[in-house]
């Protein structure tokens, strides 16, 4: 089996499945990766076929030692903190200086999670089922440090639990798929369940579709104790008819929307994060125009993490029934942070 392989994906559901013959595993919050293994060369992929291999050489060292001699496993790189998985210092490490890769390595080095196996030798393992998939990688998984086989389970209560549980250490939710499923790639085959709140945020700015027509996303911000505008992230995922009306809705608050705008240091900035362009995907253009912040978007999110929208949010609703200055991190759900020691706990031999 050789690169690049494209991940078996899940499809959302709002409960946890209840159905014979499922397993389930967290839901991890890091970078998806298939790692190829041939002897001394491991290649670590992501899911939309960019190579992370520079980036994480600590993580291929550990694979080095921990995988079988030729392989190809499906995981996520993480970055385990004493208050759960940091999904910030995870971004951190994708620098261009090799001198910054370095360092970072070091000082935030990152962890990988096991949960398929998907060649062993010279077997393709993709039309097994999971569960002989599973029992082969819990078996030939080596115990190194910071190399870590997914917690299972087939019981939906204790799944159920992990949902509720785990939520403040970062997790995304639960997964479950089906003992007897091969192994399909770019497909959504299995099930997730992630966590879903909506809040009240300010429209500050968009960013246009990248076709340049309509609006991509809006970004968002909530009011801090101190009266400033933070800002939280973005919503998008809208249709082509939908982008271009919002175009339309917002177009009377572009008038002057720089006089007194709290961002407007932030115009013409090459910050990945404001403006400028993505770390991540460098064709991509962040490039935000800004918008008076008067008009307020209920918006459905996950979960935040360091003040901000760990994901992209979905918009609901306009509310012009609702003053901007009563949009704060108050509303905000705080989940406090689980205890990972019994996630990362040794497997037993």
């Not at 293994?37 to 921990?66: I, K, M, Q, W």
């Not at 999904?87 to 370095?102: E, G, T, Y």
């Not at 393992?125 to 870590?148: I, Q, S």
């Not at 918008?291 to 459905?300: D, F, S």
């Amino acid at each position: 089996m050789l690169p690049p392989v494209r991940p078996m994906l899940a499809k959302a559901v709002r409960e946890v499945p209840r159905e014979p013959g499922l397993v389930y595993e967290p839901k991890w919050d890091g970078f998806r990766c298939v790692v190829f293994r041939d002897g001394d060369e491991v290649e670590l992929g992501s899911r939309n076929d960019r190579p992370l291999t520079r980036y994480f050489p600590e993580v291929a060292a550990l694979l080095a030692e921990g995988l079988p001699e030729r392989c190809v496993v499906d995981g996520e790189i993480v970055v385990v903190t004493p208050s759960g998985l940091s999904f910030d210092l995870l971004q951190l490490r994708l620098h261009p200086a090799a001198s910054r890769v370095r360092k970072l390595a070091a000082e935030t080095p990152a962890a990988f999670v096991a949960f398929d196996l998907l060649a062993l030798g010279d077997r393709d393992l993709t039309t097994a089922p999971f569960g002989e998939r599973r029992r082969l990688l819990a078996h030939v998984l080596r115990d190194t440090p910071g190399l870590y086989l997914t917690p299972a389970t087939d019981d939906p209560d204790v799944a159920q639990d992990w949902f509720t549980r785990f939520e403040g250490a970062g997790f995304d939710g639960v997964v479950a798929k089906r003992t007897d499923l091969p192994y399909e790639q770019d497909r959504r085959v299995m099930w997730k369940v992630k966590h879903e709140r909506t809040a009240d945020c300010v429209v500050a700015g968009f960013r246009r579709h990248k076709d340049g027509a309509g609006v991509g996303s809006l970004m968002l911000g909530l009011y801090d104790e101190a009266g400033a505008l933070r800002h939280v992230g973005v919503a998008s995922s809208f249709s082509a008819d939908r982008r271009q009306g919002l175009l339309a809705e917002l177009a009377p608050l572009r008038a002057h929307a720089l006089d007194g705008h709290p961002w407007r240091e932030w115009a013409g900035a090459d910050d990945g994060a404001r403006g400028g362009q993505s770390r991540w995907a460098p064709a991509k253009s962040l490039t935000w125009e800004p918008l008076r912040p008067e008009l307020v978007a209920e918006v459905r999110y996950e979960h935040v993490q360091a003040m901000r929208f760990r994901h992209t949010a979905r918009l609901v609703r306009f509310r012009p029934d609702r003053a901007p200055g009563s949009c704060t991190f108050a509303q905000l759900e705080e989940v406090p942070p689980a205890e990972l020691t019994e996630v990362f706990r040794r497997r037993p031999r």
